[in-house]
């Protein structure tokens, strides 16, 4: 089955610094991609939809400016946490879909000192 | 968007106990998914249901979408440590996939 891909897999940084997390389709093409995050003891919330060549679209509630996602080709979306700071902890995932079947990134524990 | 509440939203089961998990939609659900998992670890498939009515079982897992397609529920005979973790269902609407709120289970052994 298609396989998705997250790199890096967990990162700890100081606050203030900006984090770049990859999402990468490994043997299929994906048009679009959706990013959730997931705090302790809670469920994982729908973020943004990215799609290739365009801008992403976010849920109300999530600042775009500091949640830079990138789809600039079929095979990589990238997520970008501007300005971290420890609010911003959290395990990030991202998700893709060929026709009904969902396919999962497995996800990037972020904390942030 | 699509809401889906899950019960209970944590669930202490004695090993070999059997338990039921909910998942109620506020829209028609045209695919529900169940997932397992652990926080901060990536998501484990579980089943999928499409059709009112339909119900799958996958060792000693069962799911089940009712009739109106607005619930499903998740049960797990003869509960192991293993089976611990948390359960989270899932669905597509208008292009998006939303999940439930979540259900933390703890099988003592």
């Known amino acids: 089955g298609a396989v998705v891909s997250q790199h890096p897999s967990w990162v700890i940084c100081k606050s203030g610094t900006s984090v770049k997390i990859e999402c990468r389709s490994l043997?299929?093409?994906?048009?679009?991609m959706f990013w959730y995050r997931q705090f302790p003891k809670q469920s994982l919330m729908l973020m943004a939809t990215?799609?290739?060549?365009?801008?992403?679209?976010?849920e109300q509630g999530v600042e775009k400016d500091k949640f830079l996602i990138n789809h600039a080709s079929l095979t990589l979306s990238t997520l970008t946490v501007t300005s971290a700071h420890p609010e911003d902890s959290s395990f990030y995932i991202c998700k893709t879909s060929v026709y009904n079947e969902q396919f999962f990134g497995p996800g990037t524990r972020l904390t942030v000192l | 968007s699509q809401e889906l509440e899950q019960s209970p939203q944590s669930l202490i089961v004695q090993e070999g106990k059997n338990l039921t998990i909910n998942c109620t939609s506020s829209?028609?659900?045209?695919?529900l998914y169940w997932y397992k998992q652990k926080y901060g670890e990536g998501l484990i498939f579980l089943m999928m249901?499409?059709?009112?009515?339909e119900e799958k079982s996958h060792e000693k897992i069962t799911a089940k979408l009712d009739e109106k397609k607005q619930q499903s529920s998740l049960h797990i005979t003869a509960s192991q440590p293993s089976h611990a973790g948390i359960y989270l269902c899932?669905?597509?609407?208008?292009?998006?996939?939303?999940f439930g709120s979540g259900t933390k289970l703890n099988v003592k052994p």
């Open positions: 899932g669905a597509a609407n208008f292009n998006k996939f939303y």
């Open positions: 990215s799609n290739e060549g365009s801008k992403a679209t976010y």
């Open positions: 829209k028609t659900l045209y695919g």
């Open positions: 249901l499409q059709k009112g009515g």
């Open positions: 043997d299929f093409q994906a048009t679009t």
